[in-house]
Nanobody
Framework: QVQLVESGGELVQAGGSLRLSCAASGRAFNNYAVGWFRQAPGKEREFVVGISYSGDSTYYADSVQGRFTISRDNTKNTVYLQMNSLKPEDTAVYYC????????????????????WGQGTQVTVSS
């Protein structure tokens, strides 16, 4: 079992920055990859970025490449998402999720590959 709790979402102006956190508990944190997804009203949940269990590998969606940075601190059981140059189209509920499949040799962008999810945190970017 893994419990994930996101925090850090809030209202910010376009061009601003936010840092989201995903605090994990339960199963050993350094045993699984973590992904961030987001879902805007009326849209499907979409992949944002993923990080491997060790933190050595990351993969970004094109829409956030160069603006967002994912990192993890395995001593604090926390994954961070630094979001810079925010745009109104970044407005969504952001979720972190854990992929426990260690045999997977890539960072999945597919929501169904993730086994545990947090409750989400709202990010709103005003124009």
């Amino acid at each position: 079992q893994v419990q994930l709790v996101e925090s850090g979402g809030e209202l910010v102006q376009a061009g601003g920055s936010l840092r989201l956190s995903c605090a994990a508990s339960g199963r050993a944190f350094n045993n699984y990859a973590v992904g961030w997804f987001r879902q805007a009203p009326g849209k499907e949940r979409e992949f944002v970025v993923g990080i491997s269990y060790s933190g050595d590998s990351t993969y970004y969606a094109d829409s956030v490449q160069g603006r967002f940075t994912i990192s993890r601190d395995n001593t604090k059981n926390t994954v961070y998402l630094q979001m810079n140059s925010l745009k109104p189209e970044d407005t969504a509920v952001y979720y972190c999720a854990a992929d426990l499949n260690r045999s997977r040799r890539y960072l999945s962008t597919t929501a169904r590959d993730y086994d545990y999810w947090g409750q989400g945190t709202q990010v709103t970017v005003s124009s």
